[in-house]
C-alpha cells in the first residue's frame, strides 16, 4: 500500500530485527514522512522495551497524510537511535490528491462488461444508435473499435480504448502467479513468454506529473499487476515508442506496452491496458489526466495509425464479435 490518499491517517506496524553484536540496549525509535527533496509533513518517536536477537515488535506509527494539489514522492523514514549508533531504513511513498470521479463530457461506448470501466459505475455509456458522432462527448472510453468510433475519431474525437484479452498479451502463471505482471520471476523458466523486467516511460504530458523517473515504480504496482501489457506485435505498432514500454524476457523480447497514442485524421486513439480501477487515487488521476490532455491545446504530435494497422485493430474486433455470435 504505497500510495495514500489526503485527509486520511495511515497506520504502520513496526517491528526490528537486532542481530547486532553488541545489540541495542534501549534504543529511540525516530520517525519522519518527508518529501523527497526534504519538506517533512509529520514526525514523531516510539520508544518500547527492546529485545535483541529476535523480531521485536515496536509499536504502531499513526502517520496524518497531508494536503496535496498533485501527486507528491514521499518516503517514510525510521531511525534507530542509541548514543551515536543509529540504523535506519525508508520506503518510498506516493500521495494523490483526492480526485472527484471524471462525470462530464466523458462517456462509455456501449455497456462495460470486461474491464475496470465497470468500475466507474457514474459514467454514462452511449450507443452506436445515439446518433451523429459530432454530438459525442470529448472523450470516449470503449473496449472495443468499430467504424462508427473510427469516424468519430476522424472527425476530431478522441477515444480511449482500453486493453481487453483481444490486444494484450497474457502470460502463464504457474511457476510464480505471485509475481504476475509487476515482478520479475526470480529465475529463467520456461516458457519464456512468462514474465516482465521492467518498463520504460517516455515523456509525455499524460504522464509529467506522476514524477517517474522512466519506468514505472511502486505507484503503478497495482495498475500493472495483474493487467497483461498490449502485443505491439500483431498489429504492427512498433514503429513508434509508445509512452510506456515493457521490457519482456530477453530471450523472446515481444515489444510489449501499457499505454500508447496514435492520430487518426484529426483526432486521437489512445490505447490503454493499465487497469484503471476506480477505487485507486493513482487510476482516478491517470484517467483525469487522459481527459484533460485530450481536452488541452498541450498535445504531442502523435503518429499516424496506418490503414493497415487500424485494419488489424478492427479485425481482431470483428473476430471476436463473429466468435461470440457462434
Not at 187 to 197: E, H, I, K, L, V
Not at 294 to 307: D, F, G, I, P, Q
Request: charged share 20%; glycine share 6%.
Amino acid at each position: 500500500d504505497r500510495v495514500w490518499e489526503p485527509r486520511s491517517t495511515k497506520t504502520c506496524v513496526l517491528r526490528v530485527s537486532d542481530f547486532s553484536h553488541p545489540p541495542f540496549q534501549a534504543p529511540v525509535l525516530e520517525w519522519k514522512l518527508e518529501q523527497k527533496h526534504g519538506e517533512a509533513y509529520a514526525s514523531g518517536r516510539l520508544q518500547w522495551k527492546h529485545q535483541p536477537f529476535c523480531v521485536c515488535d515496536v509499536g504502531e506509527l499513526h502517520i496524518p497524510v497531508p494536503e496535496v494539489s498533485r501527486p507528491v514522492s514521499a518516503r517514510l523514514t525510521v531511525r534507530l537511535v542509541e548514543g551515536e549508533r543509529t540504523v535506519s531504513n525508508e520506503w518510498s511513498i506516493w500521495i494523490y490528491p483526492k480526485q472527484e470521479p471524471v462525470l462530464h463530457d466523458i462517456a462509455n461506448y456501449g455497456a462495460p462488461q470486461l474491464s475496470w470501466l465497470k468500475s466507474w459505475t457514474a459514467i454514462p455509456s452511449i450507443s452506436k444508435a445515439q446518433g451523429d458522432v459530432r454530438s459525442f462527448p470529448s472523450l470516449i472510453l470503449s473496449e472495443y473499435l468499430d467504424t462508427t468510433l473510427v469516424d468519430h475519431i476522424r472527425q476530431g474525437g478522441n477515444v480511449l480504448l482500453v486493453g481487453t484479452e483481444a490486444i494484450v498479451r497474457s502470460h502463464p502463471v504457474s511457476h510464480f502467479p505471485a509475481n504476475r505482471y509487476f515482478f520479475t520471476p526470480p529465475a529463467n523458466y520456461p516458457p519464456y513468454s512468462d514474465g516482465q523486467n521492467g518498463t520504460i516511460i517516455n515523456p509525455h504530458p499524460i504522464l509529467d506529473d506522476f514524477e517517474h523517473e522512466g519506468f514505472a515504480d511502486l505507484n503503478f504496482y497495482r495498475m500493472i499487476q495483474n493487467a497483461p501489457p498490449i502485443d505491439l506485435t500483431g498489429f504492427e505498432l512498433n514503429d513508434h515508442d509508445p509512452m510506456m514500454r515493457v521490457i519482456h524476457r530477453y530471450p523472446v523480447c515481444y515489444p510489449l506496452a501499457y499505454l500508447l497514442e496514435r492520430r487518426i485524421g484529426t483526432g486521437r486513439l489512445l490505447i490503454c491496458a493499465l487497469e484503471l480501477a476506480g477505487q485507486w487515487p493513482e487510476a482516478r488521476y491517470l484517467l483525469h489526466s487522459i481527459y484533460d490532455y485530450v481536452r488541452s491545446k498541450n498535445t504531442v504530435a502523435a503518429s499516424e495509425l496506418t490503414e493497415r494497422q487500424l485494419t488489424l485493430l478492427m479485425n481482431v474486433f470483428e473476430h471476436r464479435k463473429s466468435n461470440r455470435a457462434g
